[in-house]
């Protein structure tokens, strides 16, 4: 690896890549022994993102496999084994097999990305159900997202949610900040990197620490 102290690669075989989107549909379980065996060569601090349920967008078509599916659980199972996290992007559409998942396997650490859009209540409410789910927020600090404006956290357009705030902060070790999909403009991309400063800026120093650096580098082991 050119930079192995500025990069932290993950592994993803995401079903919107159509290289991998046969073997999700037919259950192929030698995507899962593709994982185990990449993952037995070293190199990579994490499994994902995996857009195992996500709506459609612009480049790739929805994807609706179910969070506790045989693909799935054998990607868990091979996290587990490794001990890494797992990125996934699940909708609350499939809340229920999503959590299912969860409580399956305890010991794996699964990042949700964007916390699948989920709403407050349905944040709180799954973040203290499961000890092992950190709550990622990329997307969530946009001014507007292209899908849909109710998913950010802004009541404003500046300003976080008090309500989102008191979560972040009663428990600043289950989050961690994101750009979402980047390099597709500069001006993108700083768009993207001021929505998370903007949040960062509106949390204790504390919080901020540990949401912005500490528990991504505990999660991935560059930090004890």
Same mark, same amino acid.
């Given at each position: 690896m050119r930079w192995p102290d500025?990069?932290?690669p993950f592994l993803s075989v995401s079903p919107e890549h159509r290289e991998f989107r046969g073997d999700w549909t037919s259950g192929d379980s030698s995507l899962v022994e593709t994982v185990d065996s990449l993952l037995d060569l070293g190199g990579f601090y994490?499994?994902?993102?995996?857009s195992v349920?996500?709506?459609?967008?612009?480049?790739?078509?929805e994807a609706d496999?179910?969070?506790?599916?045989?693909?799935?659980?054998?990607?868990?199972?091979?996290?587990?084994?490794?001990q890494v996290p797992v990125t996934v992007h699940v909708e609350v559409t499939r809340? @229920?097999?999503?959590?299912q998942m969860l409580a399956d396997f305890r010991e794996v650490t699964v990042?949700?990305?964007?916390?699948?859009?989920?709403?407050?209540?349905?944040?709180? @409410?799954?973040?203290?159900?499961?000890?092992?789910?950190?709550?990622?927020?990329?997307?969530?600090?946009?001014? @507007?997202h292209p899908r849909s404006p109710d998913y950010?956290?802004?009541?404003?357009?500046?300003?976080?949610?008090?309500?989102?705030?008191?979560?972040?902060?009663r428990m600043p070790d289950r989050f961690v900040v994101g750009t979402d999909a980047s390099l597709r403009s500069t001006q993108s991309d700083e768009q993207k990197i001021r929505s998370v400063q903007n949040l960062l800026?509106?949390?204790?120093?504390?919080?901020?620490?540990?949401?912005?650096?500490?528990?991504?580098? @505990?999660?991935?082991?560059?930090?004890?």
């Open positions: 500025r990069l932290v994490g499994i994902g993102e995996i349920t996500h709506f459609p967008g612009t480049g790739f078509p496999f179910d969070p506790s599916g045989p693909v799935m659980r054998g990607i868990m199972a091979a996290a587990q084994s490794h809340l @229920r097999e999503f959590e990042i949700w990305a964007h916390g699948g859009y989920a709403p407050f209540f349905l944040a709180e @409410r799954v973040l203290e159900r499961h000890p092992n789910l950190m709550y990622e927020l990329s997307a969530r600090t946009w001014q @507007r950010t956290i802004l009541m404003n357009g500046v300003d976080v949610w008090p309500e989102w705030i008191a979560l972040i902060e800026d509106q949390l204790t120093p504390e919080a901020r620490r540990m949401v912005a650096e500490e528990n991504l580098e @505990r999660i991935v082991g560059i930090r004890d």
